[in-house]
């Protein structure tokens, strides 16, 4: 029988690894200094253990350090130095700045970032579209407070919340900054860069009025949800012509009052009534983009679900449940190597001409970690050999 025509000198996860070119990983441990005194686990050992952490969906440090004692001899084609004792890998994600695994990540999705552009939605607004939102993971300590009533034993959950901004064609976190569950999502409003090429989406819970007459300041659009309680005057109705998706139930121009410590402003702004027929319900979205059709306006917002869809894959297909450390650093150290694994994933799903699920991609890497298969060549058409065998039997039955 002719050998596998998958078959490849290095492992899955040495493929995996080997799309981190090496002059990233040597540019943000110069920016970060982040193996001055380290003696025998470095960075890039760090990085390594981490990603097998994420990819294999390990939940201790044992299970981490075990599983990778049992790769011993076998580890030159991920680029693994040092196989990391359990103390070591604790030490490391305590004491090593995670700054560094943010900068690893930002790096590689600049590297990436032609692979998972996609121009389409830009080509026809004309403008870059950035969604943003939070997501909250609970842990078990208390970490970092967390929100909710405390219970009646008087011991509290900590949380961690993750404030994320994606560009609408690359599906994967531009920005990310953490904070402590408690924290209000406001306060990533004051780390936006306003621009005129710039339309932000983003839910009600971001309600700000300060914020919205900053963004028409400096012509940044958004496009967000009006409260339900919000206090108005309506100024004016736009006709809605016969060519506007009879969606649209209503067009107006309205007025709300900033209120800060200089007094009392008006803030014109544009509101629209539409309503879903696929979900049966009807909404008002509140935008400062006045010379969008209004069906337009609609079909922006409907693209934040994108954001909510980031979320949940991140936190299905990588271990964000259970982590290794019981402090900061080490959380937010899991959290950037799941982005990474998550990154990594995006770029081979783009490049393969071949229709693979999300999930089905992790779970195939997993599976495959340590088997020595030509990734791209496998997924492209994995049942290729097997073909090729069930051929040659049929005719051998000839005879």
């Not at 690893?104 to 939605?121: A, E, M, T």
């Not at 969008?292 to 964000?320: G, H, S, T």
């Not at 490049?351 to 990734?375: A, D, E, P």
Request: net charge positive; hydrophobic share 40%; glycine share 4%.
């Amino acid at each position: 029988m002719d050998k596998s025509t998958h078959f490849f000198g290095n492992s899955v996860f040495g493929q995996l690894i080997s799309m981190i070119p090496s002059n990233i990983i040597t540019k943000s441990v110069s920016q970060c200094n982040s193996d001055y005194y380290t003696k025998r686990f470095c960075t890039k050992d760090h990085l390594v253990s981490m990603l097998f952490c994420a990819f294999a969906k390990c939940s201790s440090l044992r299970e981490v350090s075990g599983a990778m004692l049992g790769l011993s001899g076998k580890t030159k084609h991920f680029q693994l130095e040092h196989i990391p004792y359990r103390s070591t890998l604790s030490d490391a994600n305590a004491n090593r700045d995670a700054q560094v695994f943010c900068n690893i990540y930002n790096l590689l999705l600049r590297q990436y970032g032609y692979v998972l552009s996609d121009s389409r939605i830009k080509d026809v607004i004309d403008k870059q579209i950035e969604i943003f939102d939070s997501t909250t993971m609970s842990l078990f300590k208390d970490i970092l407070s967390c929100v909710g009533r405390k219970p009646k034993s008087g011991k509290s959950k900590g949380g961690i919340k993750m404030h994320t901004i994606i560009n609408v064609d690359e599906r994967v976190p531009k920005m990310i900054w953490f904070s402590s569950a408690a924290t209000n999502d406001h306060v990533l409003l004051n780390k936006l860069v306003c621009d005129s090429n710039t339309i932000y989406v983003f839910d009600k819970g971001y309600n700000d009025y300060k914020a919205f007459e900053k963004f028409c300041t400096h012509n940044t659009g958004f496009v967000t949800r009006i409260k339900d309680n919000a206090v108005y005057d309506c100024i004016d109705e736009n006709e809605i012509d016969a060519s506007i998706h009879s969606g649209v139930k209503q067009d107006a121009i309205i007025e709300l009052t900033v209120k800060d410590k200089d007094g009392h402003r008006k803030l014109r702004l544009r509101k629209v009534r539409f309503y879903d027929r696929e979900l049966k319900r009807e909404f008002e979205f509140l935008t400062n983009l006045h010379d969008m059709r209004p069906d337009m306006v609609a079909a922006i917002y409907k693209l934040r679900w994108q954001i909510e869809l980031l979320f949940k894959q991140l936190k299905q297909n990588f271990p964000l449940k259970y982590f290794l450390g019981d402090n900061e650093n080490a959380i937010k150290i899991q959290i950037y190597c799941a982005l990474i694994c998550n990154l990594l994933m995006a770029v081979i799903q783009k490049t393969l001409k071949r229709s693979w699920g999300f999930s089905n991609l992790v779970s195939f890497c997993k599976i495959h970690l340590f088997n020595y298969l030509h990734l791209l060549n496998f997924l492209e058409n994995p049942d290729k050999d097997w073909r090729k065998v069930q051929c040659k039997l049929e005719q051998l039955a000839l005879f």
